[in-house]
């Protein structure tokens, strides 16, 4: 497998870190992760520009090219003989003396992955099932929640699925400590109830999904109407439909909704994905595929 290691082709077993690097030693990196469609990466302005967001914020000193991104994911999917990827773009803080630093990094590494892509079409994806968490989602450690290096909550809460026999593929669902839905372990969640479409707000402490964005924006586009606030876990338990959203799967129906213990309820009361979710689900595709064409 090829990677892109600081713009340089290279074999998997010589792209190392530094163990000097402070995204080892602190977790000071961020990362982006999407697809392409047509060979090409998918809404790649809205990722660089959250890339170099959280980049600045912690104060790494790294300002995304988009004409290059787009070359380095064309020569990674070629030296990978991948017609469509799953691509993973990290940036590292760079290596730094052993303390936490005052000034900013100024030598970060960027490392790119890229990986086949599982067949999935919307016509055939098959609906999740999303338990709710006991584990709290973390608090952001800034103003916002980053799309960070800092894994550990969303591990925690992996192992927590495990361990209590969730059925394999079970996404598991945070609320915070104010008791507020917030996402999944690897996604944004949405559910329509009597033709309104929802989502907590940011103030819970969400990641601001770049699918999530997109998702809003085209189903206002739809002329569905949409609302973001603090919702309690009895609001999502007895929707007509629920969603997840994340940049690779796109939109993922959720065909069952369990507590804790693992008991729950089907959306709408049936097993079938819903009208308007099938529907978001065919218009997100559609205008993916469509872009990339041009």
């Not at 989602?137 to 925690?156: A, C, V, W």
């Not at 992996?158 to 593929?169: C, I, M, T, V, Y």
């Not at 507590?259 to 308007?276: K, T």
Request: a negative charge.
């Amino acid at each position: 497998m090829k990677y892109s290691y600081n713009g340089l082709l290279t074999d998997s077993n010589e792209a190392v870190i530094s163990a000097f690097d402070h995204g080892f030693l602190y977790g000071m990196g961020v990362f982006e992760t999407f697809r392409t469609y047509g060979g090409q990466p998918w809404l790649l302005e809205e990722h660089a520009e959250r890339l170099a967001k959280g980049c600045e914020l912690l104060g790494i000193r790294y300002v995304p090219d988009v004409p290059r991104m787009r070359e380095t994911v064309a020569g990674l999917l070629q030296a990978n003989g991948l017609t469509e990827g799953y691509i993973r773009w990290s940036v590292s803080a760079g290596e730094g003396a052993i303390g936490l630093p005052s000034d900013d990094y100024g030598q970060p590494n960027e490392i790119v992955y890229a990986k086949e892509l599982a067949a999935d079409e919307p016509s055939t994806r098959k609906g999740k099932i999303l338990r709710l968490l006991q584990l709290p989602r973390s608090t952001p450690e800034g103003d916002i929640r980053l799309k960070s290096f800092h894994y550990m909550n969303n591990i925690n809460a992996k192992r927590e699925l495990n361990s209590a026999g969730a059925r394999p593929g079970t996404e598991g669902l945070f609320l915070n400590r104010e008791g507020h839905i917030v996402e999944g372990m690897v996604s944004n969640v949405f559910w329509i109830s009597d033709g309104v479409l929802y989502t907590p707000a940011a103030s819970t402490g969400l990641l601001e999904g770049i699918t999530r964005e997109y998702v809003i924006a085209l189903a206002e586009g739809m002329g569905i109407k949409t609302e973001q606030g603090l919702y309690e876990w009895e609001k999502l338990l007895y929707a007509d439909e629920v969603f997840l959203t994340n940049s690779i799967q796109e939109i993922v129906p959720v065909t069952k909704v369990e507590n804790i213990g693992g008991r729950g309820l089907n959306p709408g009361g049936c097993n079938s994905v819903g009208a308007i979710t099938y529907n978001l689900m065919h218009q997100y595709r559609s205008a993916a595929e469509r872009n990339n064409k041009r």
